[in-house]
């Protein structure tokens, strides 16, 4: 007798039937699960080194800084003084030396921190605004007006330093056209009573590029249509301008102001290289101060004072985010 022969069932231990899946039917859960942890393995595997970076050169940088803004300490003895807030005090009202320093850096910086964000509107706004209308060589003029941000470093400052000597290339523009009193004898650095609007001119000049772009970028966002309405309602040049694209970039405004004063408040590289803050201290600001006690005090233990002095900066900056932000959540 023989048997006939049935076909091999297919399915689990209880007896039930598994078909296959179709061409283009979602995977099992458990094999998409497994998936995305993979990828979530890989993710974390990629982005660890930047933590691992972060962490070492970020928190435990920001975290040493804190805790030496308490002590007295010249960067190579082995041990710190432990003062308390005594760094802080010195800093701020005690010190018969280091306060009134600090006070007139702190008004200098509060200068370039009223002047720089100002100028900077005011020259980056309308530059975006005719460089938005441009129909040729739009891409070659951005480039030239983004060219001093690429190009700022040492050099430029440099360069800058050649431009206002007495014998510079301000002095004898003004000459050849006939405004030689407008001269400075002792170069536009060298005159305290021009030092610092000019060194204010200089930062703005490496901050309009940026601006620009920003505007530019906010710019052609606007929709066509609503510049279209205005000109159907009669409005110019000036008033469309004035009454519709300005409070539409009105957002894109807070932070370019947001960014040069945070710049203004802690930059000092330019004031280091062009003017070391002088003549005398008419161009001494709180980042060149800070960086001075760091750094240009032989051995003296003034590393816990610019420590202190760096997280006054940074309690300012914070203020003053807090301010900006505050400010643009009530215009929006």
């Known amino acids: ?49 930047a933590v691992i970076l972060f962490c070492v050169l970020g928190l435990y940088t920001v975290g040493y800084g804190f805790l030496l803004s308490f002590a007295t300490w010249n960067g190579f003895t082995p041990n710190w003084t ?48 005719l460089l938005n209308q441009v ?16 190009t700022s470093g040492i050099a430029v400052f440099f360069a800058w330093q050649y431009i206002l000597q007495p014998d510079g290339a301000i002095n004898s523009l ?27 001119m200089v930062t703005v000049w490496g901050h309009v590029p940026v601006a620009m772009l920003l505007y530019l970028t906010g710019l052609q966002g606007i929709d066509r249509s609503v510049l279209e309405a205005a000109q159907l309602d009669g409005a110019g040049w000036w008033r469309t301008n004035a009454s519709v694209i300005w409070p539409l970039v009105r957002p894109i405004t807070a932070i370019v102001v947001l960014l040069n004063l945070r710049e203004s408040l802690q930059g000092f590289q330019t004031f280091l290289v062009m003017t070391n803050g002088g003549p005398g201290d008419h161009t001494n600001v709180m980042g060149l101060e800070a960086y001075r006690l760091a750094f240009l005090k032989n051995l003296s233990p003034t590393l816990g004072l610019a420590s202190a002095l760096g997280w006054i900066l940074f309690a300012l900056a914070l203020v003053l985010a807090l301010i900006n932000l505050r400010a643009l959540r009530s215009k929006t």
């Open 174 to 200: 003004l000459d050849s056209l006939g405004l030689g009193s407008l001269q400075q004898p002792q170069g536009w650095l060298g005159n305290p009573t021009t030092a610092m609007p000019t060194m204010i």
């Open 1 to 49: 007798m023989t048997l006939a022969s049935r076909p091999a069932e297919s399915g689990t231990a209880g007896g039930g039937s598994r078909s296959p899946l179709p061409a283009g039917a979602p995977a099992p859960l458990r094999t998409r699960r497994r998936r995305i942890g993979a990828e979530a393995v890989s993710g974390y595997l990629f982005v660890a080194p």
């Open 135 to 150: 129909k040729r060589l739009q891409t070659v003029l951005r480039s030239v007006y983004f060219l001093p941000y690429v």
């Open 82 to 129: 432990w003062v308390g807030l005594d760094n802080y005090a010195d800093l701020l009202w005690r010190d018969p030396v280091y306060a009134p320093r600090l006070r007139h850096a702190a008004l200098n910086t509060l200068y370039v921190m009223l002047a720089a964000p100002a100028l900077t509107v005011l020259v980056s706004f309308p530059l975006a605004v």
